[in-house]
């Protein structure tokens, strides 16, 4: 599965030329608001190390990295929930992603236009937020009267289901999000069709500038970013747009010097990547043979039959065994072969959770 990211701000925060960058799919960036008329959306490839070394082993026929798909929408503004700007058209776009990338202005430009007339990351977190409450009070409010008009046949899950709205209802109108409600994993399943959009991961990318990309921990527009994200539990990763629409033009020995010249191990894209998969609870498996080196997303916990059903709902259905064995084994033996010989290759059932770097050859019959 691709992980699918909606990327929102404010209007001129850089939300656009972050786009450009990571994707180099040429999403227009205008220094006025609303420039993105369209969500733009573009599909990368997730780097890892893990694979390429699989390729060095096996030299496959090909190679299919697992995906991170973003989605570029339009800047939102104050008043959103209600149809301003360009209002409820991309609030709904934001319900189609699984996280959300919300990029935040932190630094100074003067050649560059502010929608609110100045540089203040929390007050413009705290809008986008706000539109966002507003937009799912309307979504939980109208599900409410809904499923009170369905409770007189004294349907018990329906009245589950109203506990479970009032709950999330209170949140919001305390300006909190959908997501800080505890709930378990069948109340979420009761209102999971809302799709509200305040129960989304939040992953803050706290633009900054080129000279501050490596050692941002002086701005301090970063640091009350990360004090505002810790109380939610989300993430911060301090980027530089402009610093990673250089990297995109670059490959090889060019970007390695470029990043080493800016103190920087890894760019901006890579942090952000394995920041969202963390907060998503995603791993990666790998199957590996002569015809194709392939990596394949799941969520952390996943079995190995639903694993295999990643790949097909075939191997799901059909499943028998699983021939595991680690990225870490295979890599110090040096083939399957090897790894097989000194018995590190295991047989594994239906109840056998799927591990981050296992490599899996699936047995399976229909």
């Not at 050649?111 to 609110?116: D, K, P, Q």
């Not at 010097?257 to 890579?270: A, D, H, R």
């Not at 090897?338 to 981050?356: F, I, P, T």
Request: hydrophobic share 45%; glycine share 8%.
């Amino acid at each position: 599965m691709a992980l699918k990211a909606g990327i929102v701000g404010l209007p001129n925060v850089g939300k656009s030329t972050l786009f450009n960058a990571i994707t180099q799919a040429g999403a227009e960036s205008a220094n006025y608001p609303f420039c993105t008329i369209d969500p733009n959306v573009g599909v990368v490839e997730v780097p890892d190390e893990r694979l390429d070394k699989l390729v060095e082993l096996v030299v496959p026929k090909s190679i299919v990295p697992t995906a991170f798909e973003f989605v570029d929408i339009a800047g939102l503004v104050a008043g959103a929930s209600k149809g301003e700007g360009l209002g409820n058209k991309f609030l709904a776009h934001i319900r189609e992603v699984d996280a959300i990338v919300h990029v935040v202005r932190c630094f100074q430009d003067d050649n560059i236009t502010h929608v609110s007339g100045k540089v203040d990351p929390i007050s413009d977190i705290q809008t986008i937020n706000l539109e966002l409450i507003l937009a799912d009070i309307d979504s939980v409010d109208k599900k409410i009267e809904r499923s009170r008009k369905n409770l007189k046949g004294g349907d018990k899950k329906v009245a589950q289901e109203i506990e479970v709205l009032e709950r999330v209802k209170e949140a919001l109108y305390n300006d909190m999000p959908a997501r800080s409600v505890e709930l378990s994993d069948d109340e979420k399943l009761l209102i999971r069709d809302l799709h509200l959009l305040t129960m989304k991961t939040v992953l803050y990318a706290a633009n900054v500038s080129e000279e501050e990309v490596a050692n941002s921990d002086g701005n301090e527009y970063v640091q009350k970013v990360r004090e505002f994200a810790a109380a939610e539990g989300a993430d911060v990763v301090p980027i530089s747009a402009k610093v990673e629409a250089e990297i995109a033009e670059l490959e090889g020995e060019d970007k390695d010097m470029f990043l080493e010249e800016l103190g920087m191990s890894e760019s901006g894209l890579n942090r952000l990547i394995s920041s969202a998969y963390k907060l998503l609870g995603l791993y990666t498996y790998f199957t590996a043979g002569v015809q194709e080196v392939r990596a394949w997303t799941i969520r952390s916990g996943t079995k190995a039959p639903q694993a295999a059903g990643v790949i097909h709902t075939d191997f799901e259905r059909g499943f028998i065994r699983a021939e595991v064995v680690s990225f870490t084994d295979l890599a110090a033996a040096g083939s399957m072969v090897a790894a097989r010989e000194k018995g590190q290759v295991r047989l594994e059932g239906k109840e056998y959770v799927v591990r981050d770097g296992d490599v899996i050859h699936f047995r399976f019959n229909v």
